[in-house]
């Protein structure tokens, strides 16, 4: 199974923006998108592949996972996207378009012989599968399973409410059904499942109510466009005193139960079982991974 990191946030960086591209590491996020895909133009789409390219050679980027959202390789620009990537290993890329098990298939046997002829182990770069159909949502769970590549499973809300004829909305409850399939497939497979993006950069509540919402569902993490939606995502996705220390107590009483030989836990006159500790354990390890401070006892 691959390594869990810590993706509360992914934050887009447009791959024609070389300031952005600069800079990407210093905003705070988890995850960096640089950004080949929907957001470059196609006139500009070598371009940013250039640019993109001498930031992964030039720039070290400290303490944050650094992918790249290719194009599909159905399109006219994906080849040439993983052959000037790929090289440079980044820790994942984002496979855009990702509709069937066929797809993660042929990005894996690319990605494997261009590992191979750059000294790379076959297998380093992650991918995260983006889907955006009504079609690929119905394939999660082959995608998830096509390769040990996959690490997580995110959708592209956009495109996906567009593909079966949904009205946006800042609610949106048109994202429910997917939002399900995301996260059941994800689990099934082992891997996260992450959240698309908030467009309104301006409303932070609103922010915050449906980051809150995605992870309280299941989700590990969300997707940003803007520097300034990264606190307010962090704040959603990391456990509260409240919980860590709710958490802390079940471990507690899980441990003094199982040195007595006790098969029945009990904390607060409620008992706790399997499932509750494996809950209190998630939320003590997303502490750990967030830098929380954590209560002794």
Wanted: charged content about 25%.
């Amino acid at each position: 199974m691959m390594e869990r990191r810590l993706r509360r946030t992914s934050l887009y960086i447009p791959g024609t923006n070389p300031g952005m591209l600069a800079n990407a590491s210093v905003y705070g996020a988890d995850s960096i998108i640089l950004d080949l895909e929907d957001g470059v133009p196609v006139s500009e789409k070598d371009a940013a592949r250039i640019l993109v390219r001498n930031a992964l050679r030039a720039i070290r980027y400290r303490g944050v996972e650094v992918t790249v959202r290719v194009n599909a390789l159905c399109t006219p620009f994906g080849k040439d996207d993983f052959e000037e990537i790929i090289p440079l290993a980044p820790d994942a890329i984002r496979l855009p378009k990702c509709e069937s098990a066929e797809d993660v298939r042929q990005a894996d046997a690319l990605m494997s012989e261009l590992e191979s002829r750059n000294g790379i182990q076959p297998g380093t770069v992650q991918i995260i599968a983006i889907t955006e159909s009504a079609s690929g949502g119905t394939k999660l769970s082959e995608i998830a399973a096509a390769s040990p590549r996959i690490a997580a499973l995110n959708y592209g809300a956009e495109d996906y409410t567009a593909d079966i004829g949904a009205v946006r909305t800042k609610e949106g409850h048109e994202l429910d059904d997917i939002r399900a399939k995301v996260i059941v497939a994800a689990r099934i497979a082992g891997v996260q499942a992450l959240d698309s993006v908030f467009g309104d950069v301006n409303d932070m509540d609103g922010l915050y109510a449906e980051a809150f919402r995605v992870r309280q569902l299941g989700f590990d993490g969300k997707s940003v466009i803007h520097p300034r939606q990264i606190s307010v995502v962090h704040s959603a996705f990391t456990p509260s005193e409240k919980e860590i220390g709710f958490a802390e107590r079940v471990m507690k009483a899980f441990h003094e139960a199982a040195s007595r030989g006790a098969g029945v836990i009990a904390l607060d006159g409620r008992m706790i079982d399997a499932p509750v500790v494996a809950r209190a354990q998630k939320i003590i390890a997303l502490a750990e991974a967030a830098g929380c401070l954590l209560i002794e006892g």
